[in-house]
């Protein structure tokens, strides 16, 4: 794999990460209202899923797909049905005390990994991504081992930089927000994001 493939992906990924989609609004909804924690979880979760892209896609993601047939379906309707329910456990969640705003809040580190793999393993945009766009980069059929375990580090890399930026920035936008009142409205409008993003997974 040359330097041209190698900086090309890495580019392309970087824009993957950065582009608002599914994945970006469930990431910073759990950050805001839940904290570091429950952000990283969420961010694993969408990095994993991408890996798993990767894989597939260096595995013939076309055939695998085939291969699956009704249980990709099957998949993204638990998806969708799963992200809906912990849209409406958001909306639903009582508001802590002020001092305790950005800190754990109740969500856990692995509950927010399976929300976060759940988002992204529906996510078209990564599916298109990595089906359509890697060959453009590599050549799928001669790939090496050591060419899977560079792109496997570029994936990795380009989330833990890109969207932990915005566990940050979700981290800064939390502090303003200590009041109870303002607590109930984040906690609702990113429990309805969430239930939005699985209708929308449910229903695609």
Same mark, same amino acid.
């Given at each position: 794999?040359?330097?041209?493939?190698?900086?090309?992906?890495?580019?392309?990924?970087? =824009?993957?990460?950065?582009?608002?989609?599914?994945?970006?609004?469930?990431?910073?909804?759990?950050?805001?209202?839940?904290?570091?924690?429950?952000?990283?979880?969420?961010?694993?979760?969408?990095?994993?899923?991408?890996?798993?892209?990767?894989?597939?896609?260096?595995?013939?993601?076309?055939?695998?797909?085939?291969?699956?047939?009704?249980?990709?379906?099957?998949?993204?309707?638990?998806?969708?049905?799963? =992200?809906?329910?912990?849209?409406?456990?958001?909306?639903?969640?009582?508001?802590?005390?002020?001092?305790?705003?950005?800190?754990?809040?109740?969500?856990?580190? $692995?509950?927010?990994?399976?929300?976060?793999?759940?988002?992204?393993?529906?996510?078209?945009?990564? =599916?298109?991504? $990595?089906?359509?766009?890697?060959?453009? $980069?590599?050549?799928?059929?001669?790939?090496?081992?050591?060419?899977?375990?560079?792109?496997?580090?570029?994936?990795?890399?380009?989330?833990?930089?890109?969207?932990?930026?915005?566990?940050?920035?979700?981290?800064?936008?939390?502090?303003?927000?200590?009041?109870?009142?303002?607590?109930?409205?984040?906690?609702?409008?990113?429990?309805?994001?969430?239930?939005?993003?699985?209708?929308?997974?449910?229903?695609?």
């Amino acid at each position: 794999m040359s330097l041209a493939s190698i900086l090309g992906f890495t580019l392309a990924m970087a =824009i993957l990460a950065a582009t608002p989609g599914p994945a970006f609004f469930v990431l910073m909804s759990r950050a805001m209202a839940n904290g570091v924690k429950a952000g990283a979880g969420v961010l694993t979760g969408v990095i994993i899923a991408d890996v798993i892209f990767l894989i597939l896609a260096l595995l013939g993601m076309s055939a695998v797909s085939q291969a699956m047939g009704e249980m990709f379906v099957l998949v993204k309707l638990v998806g969708g049905a799963y =992200i809906v329910f912990l849209g409406y456990k958001m909306w639903t969640q009582k508001p802590v005390d002020p001092d305790e705003v950005g800190q754990s809040n109740g969500r856990g580190y $692995f509950s927010s990994l399976l929300e976060g793999l759940a988002v992204n393993l529906t996510n078209p945009k990564a =599916i298109i991504f $990595f089906a359509a766009l890697l060959p453009t $980069f590599v050549d799928v059929a001669r790939v090496t081992l050591m060419d899977g375990l560079i792109l496997a580090g570029i994936v990795i890399m380009a989330g833990v930089l890109v969207d932990g930026s915005y566990i940050l920035l979700a981290q800064k936008v939390s502090r303003w927000l200590r009041s109870k009142k303002a607590q109930r409205r984040l906690n609702r409008t990113g429990g309805a994001t969430l239930m939005a993003v699985g209708v929308a997974v449910v229903t695609r």
